[in-house]
């Protein structure tokens, strides 16, 4: 049993086609007529367009637009002057031979991108390396990637899978693939993802241990593999998928159903998102709304504040894309965990309970109005809610609606508009403000439970140390008084309660938040549709 990263979900048993890349030999041999060898680059470079064009319909076909943006940066690398041009300059400066020129800039490019901070621009060096390798396989005139596979139930196994080869999977063949290298964020994860078959990536050295026709069982659950399982895995395995099958076909038919609880109580099952795209997956998965959009994903990966243009846009996006379903907008959590290249925090003994939310955009309001004022503007297009994170008392939530107030006057005397049917709510994370909820909810229009933060302050139990792991407890009768006292002080002023921290998806907690009558659960787009059968159930 090799243990691997699980990419994408599911049970495969099938058959080995390992995919061996054809190694082209790039000598360091001087150029000989450098104008030659410019024009070998651009032919290649040219083919390498043509090539990946095509397969950029062929992935727009079989799984959509968006899928086939990748391609699109393809494409746009290969007309990037800084990126082909270099190749060019490397011929005529140092006499490269053009393959060669292409290896130095392709690693250059790959040194820069593998170092950086972020792991989504880290995992975008595969893309270069894919592009580049293409071109050389032109120059060479050997084919790039392609897939002899004639087989049904073929797993294929390589070092690396580039978003092209992927795309090349024919689906009623390959029912899934490993590969040595990879993690979650990687493209051909991604694509695993889309094409739903499943996959374990990151096991280092598989390539090494498989060969052509052995039989293998994938188990991207667990991330998994067994090579060549005697029978009784195999059919305890069959077992497996078969029910596993079973189960997501079945809550497939839960989609368009509208969750309601035996007591005929209606349930929004809602998802949390971090990026503006991940409204799709929300709705592919039947969400009936946006429980949580952590907008600091909006501020981080840059180097700079987003400006209140890209906001509202962003915004403005997951609201058109909504529909007239609900929407709830977060506004800037950062500080603990968070933290902003750009923005230069104090160093604290506590971070968690620092500066940091709401504390830091009422001391800092000249960033916090840049979002509320596109928050505004955007409001118009959807139905949108906005709550503030960390807020432990009445003053704080007031003086946060008297800077919307002031907005407000700014955009109208803008002649700019906004709805005047935005909720404001906010989240109860820290305990004073579940005890205080009664109170509380007479001025706010919803509250949403931050379980996540509300368990660490209740038990004094870090949510990042795995060395109190063991206290930090959900089902703490501690925590669900509390969370209990936040739903009742919302229903005694006639205001709804919802949850968006990971426990409103833990299928075990769900039965015992419903008693306590909770309106709204949002969670990852993956879970909803195992919460919309408990919530059904019950
Ligand atoms: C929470 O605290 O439960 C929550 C949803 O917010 P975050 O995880 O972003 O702190
Ligand atoms: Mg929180």
Redesign the pocket.
């Known amino acids: 049993m090799i243990k691997g990263i699980a990419a994408s979900k599911g049970y495969a048993i099938g058959t080995i086609y390992l995919h061996e890349e054809v190694e082209v030999k790039i000598t360091a041999e001087l150029a000989k007529d450098v104008t030659e060898e410019k024009g070998k680059l651009q032919k290649a470079v040219e083919k390498s367009k043509a090539q990946i064009a095509k397969i950029k319909e062929k992935t727009i076909e079989t799984m959509g637009e968006e899928k086939a943006e990748v391609f699109e940066a393809h494409l746009t690398l290969l007309d990037d002057p800084e990126f082909t041009g270099a190749m060019d300059l490397e011929i005529e400066n140092n006499s490269s031979n053009a393959m060669k020129a292409v290896d130095d800039v392709m690693n250059t490019f790959v040194t820069i991108f593998e170092s950086m901070d972020d792991e989504y621009m880290r995992e975008r060096a595969a893309d270069i390396k894919d592009v580049s390798k293409r071109i050389i396989a032109n120059i060479a005139g050997t084919s790039v990637g392609g897939f002899d596979i004639e087989e049904e139930n073929t797993i294929v196994v390589a070092h690396d899978l580039t978003p092209s080869d992927t795309a090349q999977l024919d689906r009623s063949k390959v029912i899934a693939f490993l590969t040595n290298i990879g993690g979650r964020t990687s493209h051909s994860a991604i694509m695993a993802r889309t094409l739903e078959i499943p996959a374990v990536v990151g096991l280092k050295d598989i390539t090494t241990q498989v060969k052509t026709g052995d039989k293998v069982i994938v188990d991207g659950i667990e991330g998994i593999v067994i090579l060549n399982p005697d029978e009784a895995t195999v059919a305890s395995y069959l077992e497996k998928k078969k029910g596993y099958e079973a189960e997501r076909e079945e809550l497939k038919k839960l989609i368009e159903v509208k969750t309601t609880t035996s007591a005929g109580k209606r349930i929004e099952v809602c998802g949390?998102i971090g990026k503006p795209e991940d409204v799709e997956q929300v709705l592919a998965n039947g969400g009936d709304g946006i429980g949580?959009f952590?907008t600091e994903f909006l501020y981080m990966d840059r180097d700079d504040m987003p400006t209140e243009e890209e906001q509202y846009k962003a915004y403005k996006y997951v609201l058109e894309k909504m529909g007239e379903k609900p929407v709830v907008i977060r506004t800037l959590?950062i500080g603990?965990d968070k933290k902003l290249s750009y923005l230069p925090m104090p160093e604290e003994m506590n971070p968690f309970l620092g500066y940091r939310a709401i504390r830091l955009c009422l001391d800092r309001p000249e960033i916090f109005k840049v979002q509320l004022r596109g928050l505004l503007r955007a409001s118009v297009y959807g139905n949108l809610k906005v709550m503030f994170?960390m807020i432990s008392s009445l003053e704080e939530y007031n003086k946060a609606m008297d800077i919307v107030e002031e907005c407000k006057k700014e955009l109208k005397a803008e002649g700019k508009n906004y709805s005047e049917e935005i909720e404001w709510g906010i989240?109860v994370?820290i305990p004073a403000a579940a005890v205080n909820a009664d109170e509380l909810a007479k001025h706010v229009d919803f509250f949403s439970i931050?379980?996540?933060?509300?368990i660490q302050y209740t038990l004094a139990a870090d949510r990042m140390s795995e060395k109190v792991s063991y206290l930090y407890n959900p089902m703490h009768p501690a925590v669900l008084k509390l969370i209990k006292m936040t739903i009742e002080g919302a229903h005694s002023q006639g205001k709804w309660c919802g949850m968006?921290?990971?426990m409103a998806g833990d299928e075990e907690a769900i039965p015992a938040l419903l008693e306590y009558g909770l309106d709204e659960f949002s969670m990852s787009a993956t879970s909803i549709l195992p919460a919309k059968k408990k919530i059904l159930e019950f």
């Open positions: 949390n949580l952590r959590d603990g994170p989240m994370e931050g379980t996540n933060d509300l968006c921290g990971e």
